[in-house]
């Protein structure tokens, strides 16, 4: 069976993304860490490999958030980009107390890597020129709506007899990410809809609901930390 290739990320995957990220804030295991893996720096890399890097990633941090009973709560999307080539944006779960040794580990944790240290790194904060850590849930949600950058534009649906584009009612400004071979998009399980719904959680699924929890909390109020 031939790998899937997509052009966009696709609606049924944006409602994901979005209810694996409120989950993860609602029981307190925010996405703190942004981080992105070019994929064309590693060993060997051809185009088809995504699916399978992206999953041995996933086993080696696993294993190192088990090690220092961290919960497991991530999620990732994919792109091409002009300098990164096939990358992978990933959003984790990382306490502030292991942050500093979680970037010194970084590359360590993806399969392939050949030594080049620009392999993987954790988003800077563009002001202070330093790696930088998500303390605030609006700072979380910025730069989560980062990676739904590569939302279908065309995607639409019916509102009172006018077709309306998801992309504009949730607020995303759509940019081509180019053809991904494999997974583009994915969460952990500990925030898929399984799990989500065993803990009870009503998925939001309507274009409404996706906005409202896309939109960024009134200043001072700090949400989950």
């Not at 860490?33 to 699916?51: E, G, R």
Request: net charge positive; proline share 5%.
């Amino acid at each position: 069976m031939s790998p899937v290739k997509t052009d966009a990320i696709s609606i049924d995957s944006v409602i994901s993304l979005v209810n694996a990220f409120a989950y993860a804030e609602y029981t307190g295991t925010p996405f703190t860490v942004y981080l992105a893996i070019s994929w064309s720096k590693t060993q060997d890399w051809t185009d088809d490999q995504i699916s399978n890097k992206q999953e041995a990633f996933a086993r080696k941090l696993r294993k190192w958030l088990s090690a220092r009973n961290i919960p497991l709560a991530y999620l990732y999307t994919s792109e091409i980009g002009n300098k990164l080539g096939i990358n992978t944006h990933v959003a984790v779960h990382i306490p502030f107390e292991h942050f500093f040794e979680f970037q010194n580990v970084l590359n360590s944790l993806v399969p392939g890597f050949n030594g080049n240290h620009a392999t993987a790194k954790v988003q800077d904060d563009k002001w202070r020129k330093q790696p930088k850590y998500h303390y605030h849930p609006n700072q979380r949600l910025g730069s989560f709506k980062y990676l739904l950058k590569g939302i279908d534009p065309d995607a639409s649906f019916n509102a009172n007899g006018t077709r309306i584009k998801w992309c504009e009612a949730i607020g995303i400004i759509p940019k081509s990410q180019g053809v991904i071979v494999g997974r583009r998009a994915g969460v952990s399980h500990t925030l898929g809809k399984i799990a989500r719904g065993n803990a009870g959680w009503i998925d939001r699924t309507s274009p409404a609901a996706i906005a409202a929890a896309l939109t960024l909390l009134p200043k001072g109020k700090r949400g989950a930390e």
